[in-house]
Nanobody
Framework: QVQLVESGGGLVQAGGSLRLSCAASGRTFSSYAMGWFRQAPGKEREFVVGIIQNGGSTRYSDSVKGRFTISRDNGKNTVYLQMNSLKPEDTAVYYC???????????????????WGQGTQVTVSS
């Protein structure tokens, strides 16, 4: 089992940047594929981006492609989400999630992920 703790959310103006971090407990972080999801008020949770265990493959939603970058540091048990050129429609609670199945490609669905963090709020003002 792994516990996930997100940080780095906050309030930013449109066009600005934020970097989210997700720190994982335990010694098996490198065995999890990781994903970021978000949920805006009144909307369903949606996939944002994911990265497989060795970082060799990533997948981005079309809405964030070219603006967001996912990375992971298995030595620090941490996955990052660099968010640039933020838009008001990026406003949501952002969740980090861990998929314990060994993957060669990212699964962009919430049901594939076994563990979730508590979320961090990102608010982008216009």
């Amino acid at each position: 089992q792994v516990q996930l703790v997100e940080s780095g959310g906050g309030l930013v103006q449109a066009g600005g940047s934020l970097r989210l971090s997700c720190a994982a407990s335990g010694r098996t972080f490198s065995s999890y594929a990781m994903g970021w999801f978000r949920q805006a008020p009144g909307k369903e949770r949606e996939f944002v981006v994911g990265i497989i265990q060795n970082g060799g493959s990533t997948r981005y939603s079309d809405s964030v492609k070219g603006r967001f970058t996912i990375s992971r540091d298995n030595g620090k048990n941490t996955v990052y989400l660099q968010m640039n050129s933020l838009k008001p429609e990026d406003t949501a609670v952002y969740y980090c999630a861990a998929d314990r199945q060994w993957r060669t490609v990212v699964r962009p669905v919430a049901g594939a992920y076994d563990y979730w963090g508590q979320g961090t709020q990102v608010t982008v003002s216009s």
